[in-house]
């Protein structure tokens, strides 16, 4: 329960609560204003308690997620093994705890060649980059050579 209550998370409840709060009002003005004759105020007056809703259901998927913590996903059981990137004994910065990158490997899907038997020079050169980009993970795709 110390997690919800780091400064980060306290802006979060406020804010949650300062949305909630206006969104209501706003709901409440757009009902007032529908009931002296507005027409058009009536679908408003319906959409900021939507968007009251959607901001609490964030905030508790959010809440959710942060208490359940980090649960790393199972990999199938025909996996590549993942590549470890970045680990740095000791972490990074004074206190910091820092996680290291891992790297799964990329499949990527071949798209057979046309039934006449003639290669398609522009699927070839796609396969390429796409084979160049598994193998040069840090790269930008402007340093493509090709």
């Known amino acids: 329960m110390k997690r919800l209550w780091t400064p980060a998370w ?6 949650t609560v300062v949305l909630v709060v206006a969104f209501l009002g706003l709901g409440w ?4 204003r529908a009931a002296s004759g507005n027409t058009l105020s009536w679908a408003y007056a319906f959409e900021w308690p939507i968007f009251a809703g959607f901001v609490v259901f ?3 998927r959010e809440l959710r997620h942060t208490l359940r913590g980090d649960v790393a996903p ?3 059981a025909d996996a590549e093994p993942a590549e470890v990137v970045g680990a740095r004994p000791g972490g990074g ?10 790297r799964r490997p990329v499949r990527v899907a071949r798209v057979p060649a046309a039934a006449d038997g003639v290669e398609d020079t522009d699927l070839a050169a796609y396969n390429r980059y796409l084979s160049w980009l598994n193998a040069n993970p840090g790269a930008k795709p402007g340093d493509y050579p090709g």
């Open 10 to 15: 306290i802006v979060r409840h406020v804010a």
């Open 58 to 60: 964030v905030w508790w």
């Open 93 to 102: 910065a004074a206190g910091s705890a820092t996680r290291p990158v891992v």
């Open 29 to 32: 003005w757009q009902i007032s």
């Open 74 to 76: 199972t990999e199938p």
